[in-house]
T-cell receptor
């Protein structure tokens, strides 16, 4: 069990550029979540996958955001035409399907700064 | 709809003193509650979770939390603070249904003074 990994750990980009983040969950975890955390706030849910199916997307996830989990393993989160308001920590978590009792294991996050 | 309120954005204690971090929840269904800790520039680590098995939940590093339905609270305590406990603490409630989605509070920063 190597834990959840995220790459890159830090990303600085200019407004208007596209960025992509990757999350590798704990092997055999069938659920994968993305959250966004801004300074001084708790994480906010963005979207989640069960295997390769994206089951829910938050209203926070504008059309500029897209997430995929093509083979039910790793996931990518892409932000197109970045804006300064996108600056945040993007957290990924994985879990085994077990309903609301399931435990989510978080990765170290990708910190995005949009200049 | 589920929600979580953490009372006190900053808590300061002396090393060796009792730690008490407050969390109140709102839930239309029996809640599943979690406490996570976040160290600077790191992800979240689970401290403990309540899943209705017992109202007093013990977690890692001597933390524990008590579920009180009448008070809709799930406060986190530790008998004796260590310097290494300085971090951000988040209370969360599971949305319920078929999703494990979590709703987090705004967090409490714990400062431990020598």
């Amino acid at each position: 069990d190597t834990g959840v990994s995220q790459n890159p750990r830090h990303k600085i980009t200019k407004r208007g550029q596209n960025v992509t983040f990757r999350c590798d969950p704990i092997s055999e975890h069938n659920r994968l979540y993305w959250y966004r955390q801004t300074l001084g706030q708790g994480p906010e849910f963005l979207t989640y996958f069960q295997n390769e199916a994206q089951l829910e997307k938050s209203r926070l996830l504008s059309d500029r955001f897209s997430a995929e989990r093509p083979k039910g393993s790793f996931s990518t989160l892409e932000i197109q035409r970045t804006e300064q308001g996108d600056s945040a920590m993007y957290l990924c978590a994985s879990s085994l399907l077990f309903g609301p009792q399931e435990t989510q294991y978080f990765g170290p996050g990708t910190r995005l700064l949009v200049l | 709809a589920q929600s979580v309120t953490q009372l006190g954005s900053h808590v300061s204690v002396s090393e060796g003193a009792l730690v008490l971090l407050r969390c109140n929840y709102s839930s239309s269904v029996p809640p599943y509650l979690f406490w996570y800790v976040q160290y600077p520039n790191q992800g979240l680590q689970l401290l403990l979770k309540y899943t209705s098995a017992a109202t007093l939940v013990k977690g890692i590093n001597d933390f524990e939390a008590e579920f009180k339905k009448s008070e809709t609270s799930f406060h986190l305590t530790k008998p004796s603070a260590h310097m290494s406990d300085a971090a951000e603490y988040f209370c969360a409630v599971a949305v319920g249904g078929n999703t494990g989605k979590l709703i987090f509070g705004q967090g409490t920063t714990l400062q431990v003074k020598p």
